[in-house]
């Protein structure tokens, strides 16, 4: 803990933590190197993890990294949060990411920016962005972050981290703070697959709290790490034809697909024509969700609310603790979802994207029908310069080109290491999976890494 604590200190240019809770840590810490001498220590004594600030944490502060939930502290713990406490897991602090979880470069933060390890003139990735700079920079061993639409495996791909999005209602969303309901996952970023996957095993399964966790049992991830076949594999020919993809993701997802041939596994490419609906789907349905989500930060239950003396009537205090308390980039949100869920657009727009939605997820199926896993680049590039795509929100957007298909159809997907560019910026690779198949996939991203 001292000494994280010391990383954190040494590496705070890069906006990483909100909150650290250096003496809580401290006194966890010998309370579990007790349990330790007697022999009474849980499965992740000794692992130090940060939170992305999105999930709650009782009695420590709740913010989503907006002003709107300014001085808010939660009074209960969410319960994927819980499962590694109670496996004597110490929480070092509350993590920056993007408001609301929504953006692509942890620049939507209602605290500022925060820096990219490998190059602090640079993005590090969002939404948890933060989460996964403070394993990059060994300010903790993992992070619990929030995938939406990628935001755990973009910025893990961006800073050289791993990052998994299990399958969707695999772990409790109970605690997690909504952004989209039927997108969101909670998920590990950490340094090897090992310790994603002993976080993924004591976080997932029934929760009386969240009626849409599956109840299926949950496999021993952990201990079963070794690759059982040769594999099949496809990779989308539209994605690694896409216009934006820089030459340096090119070239190693291309080095990537050649040794797994060589090891002996066939991958093939296959036609998906759906690929440029993916990001259209994906920002009208999210954009939807959230609008209703966020309708309860009214100024009235939680966090911020607009000064007196402005407030006339209690419409007027909605509109003003909502228009003060919100970021831009939220703003903007709520009021396309508003939009795409009015009388008059509903039908074009909404119920159009559930019904892509739904092609999506059975082309997407109909490939892992004949393959075991779908395998691209994480991210078109790697990590930007901050302020580069902020003016152009359609750029900014196409940063999850590949991210967001697993969150679209609900499937496992990771991001690994893959190299790095030739400026030295590290680059990852993704894998989809079959729905609640993550022992394979993890098996097979330890082979692949
Ligand atoms: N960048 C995506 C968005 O802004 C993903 C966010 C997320 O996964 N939370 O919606």
Not at 250 to 261: A, D, G, M, S, V
Not at 357 to 384: C, G, H, Q, V
Not at 414 to 434: E, M, R, T, Y
Request: hydrophobic letters at 40%; aromatic letters at 10%.
């Amino acid at each position: 803990v001292k000494y994280y604590l010391q990383r954190i200190e040494e590496n705070k240019n890069l906006n990483v933590f909100l909150e650290v809770y250096a003496d809580e840590a401290l006194k966890q810490a010998e309370e579990v190197d007790n349990k330790i001498r007697n022999n009474t220590a849980g499965r992740l004594a000794g692992m130090v993890i940060g939170v992305k600030d999105v999930l709650a944490h009782q009695n420590h502060g709740l913010q989503a990294a907006s002003k709107i939930l300014d001085k808010f502290e939660s009074q209960f713990t969410a319960t994927a949060v819980q499962r590694v406490i109670d496996q004597d897991v110490i929480i070092i602090g509350r993590q920056n990411c993007d408001e609301f979880a929504m953006g692509s470069s942890n620049e939507n933060s209602a605290f500022g920016p925060v820096r990219n390890y490998a190059d602090a003139s640079r993005v590090p990735g969002g939404s948890s962005g933060a989460s996964a700079v403070a394993v990059q920079a060994d300010m903790c061993l993992a992070s619990l972050g929030s995938d939406t639409g990628g935001s755990v495996r973009q910025p893990a791909a961006f800073c050289g981290v791993i990052g998994v999005k299990p399958t969707y209602s695999r772990i409790s969303r109970w605690g997690l703070i909504a952004y989209a309901s039927s997108f969101d996952c909670v998920g590990p970023i950490t340094r090897d697959i090992d310790d994603a996957a002993l976080l993924l095993e004591i976080m997932a399964g029934a929760d009386e709290y969240d009626t849409t966790v599956s109840t299926k049992p949950v496999p021993a991830y952990s201990a079963n790490l070794e690759p059982k076949k040769h594999y099949r594999i496809a990779y989308m020919r539209e994605a690694l034809e896409s216009e934006g993809l820089s030459e340096d993701v090119k070239q190693r997802t291309f080095e990537k697909i050649n040794w797994l041939k060589d090891q002996g596994h066939v991958v093939e490419a296959v036609d998906y024509p759906l690929l440029k609906y993916l990001l259209p789907t994906y920002y009208i349905l999210t954009t939807a969700e959230a609008s209703s989500n966020l309708s309860r930060f009214d100024g009235v239950k939680y966090g911020y609310r607009a000064g007196a003396e402005k407030i006339k009537n209690l419409e007027n205090l909605y509109k003003k603790t909502r228009a003060e308390g919100f970021g831009a980039e939220v703003r903007r949100r709520i009021i396309l979802g508003t939009f795409v869920l009015s009388a008059d657009y509903y039908d074009a727009y909404y119920t159009k994207a559930q019904r892509v939605r739904r092609l999506i997820k059975e082309s997407t199926d109909k490939i892992l029908s004949t393959y075991d896993f779908l395998i691209s680049p994480t991210t078109p590039t790697p990590a930007f310069k901050i302020g580069e795509k902020s003016e152009d929100q359609l750029q900014m957007f196409l940063a999850d080109i590949f991210t967001v298909q697993a969150n679209v159809i609900g499937n496992p997907c990771i991001s690994i290491p893959n190299g790095q560019s030739a400026d030295g910026l590290p680059i990852g690779i993704q894998v989809l999976g079959k729905n609640f198949e993550e022992s394979e996939l993890l098996a097979f991203a330890k082979f692949l890494q």
